[in-house]
């Protein structure tokens, strides 16, 4: 996702050790972790969300074509033997 390889890891863990300190560091990689933790799950929310909004729109286009199939469909076709009368001629 980001792209980050073992050795910048750490790099960054040195710097934050120097920076930081021992004593807070285990702190503030807890809150990090957290703050890790409901950035996945908003984003989870969020694909979520969009999963089943395309899901809705699929569902809807298709009940869309199926009511135009069925608008151009005869509504009662015609029964065999009504026309079976009107083709006689003159019998």
Same mark, same amino acid.
């Given at each position: 996702?980001?792209? =980050? %390889?073992?050795?910048?890891?750490?790099? !960054?863990?040195?710097?934050?050790?120097? *920076?930081?300190?021992?004593?807070? $560091?285990? #702190?503030?990689?807890?809150?990090?972790?957290?703050?890790?933790?409901?950035?996945?799950? =908003? %984003?989870?929310?969020?694909?979520?969300? !969009?999963?089943?909004?395309?899901?809705? *729109?699929?569902?809807?286009?298709? $009940?869309? #074509?199926?009511?135009?199939?069925?608008?151009?469909?005869?509504?009662?076709?015609?029964?065999?033997?009504?026309?079976?009368?009107?083709?006689?001629?003159?019998?």
């Amino acid at each position: 996702m980001l792209d =980050i %390889a073992w050795p910048e890891l750490a790099v !960054i863990g040195a710097v934050a050790l120097v *920076a930081i300190g021992p004593k807070d $560091l285990p #702190k503030v990689m807890r809150v990090l972790g957290q703050w890790a933790g409901k950035a996945r799950r =908003i %984003a989870r929310e969020v694909q979520s969300s !969009i999963e089943q909004l395309s899901y809705e *729109a699929e569902i809807a286009e298709k $009940l869309k #074509k199926e009511e135009a199939v069925k608008a151009e469909a005869p509504v009662s076709p015609s029964s065999p033997t009504s026309e079976a009368g009107n083709d006689r001629t003159g019998v």
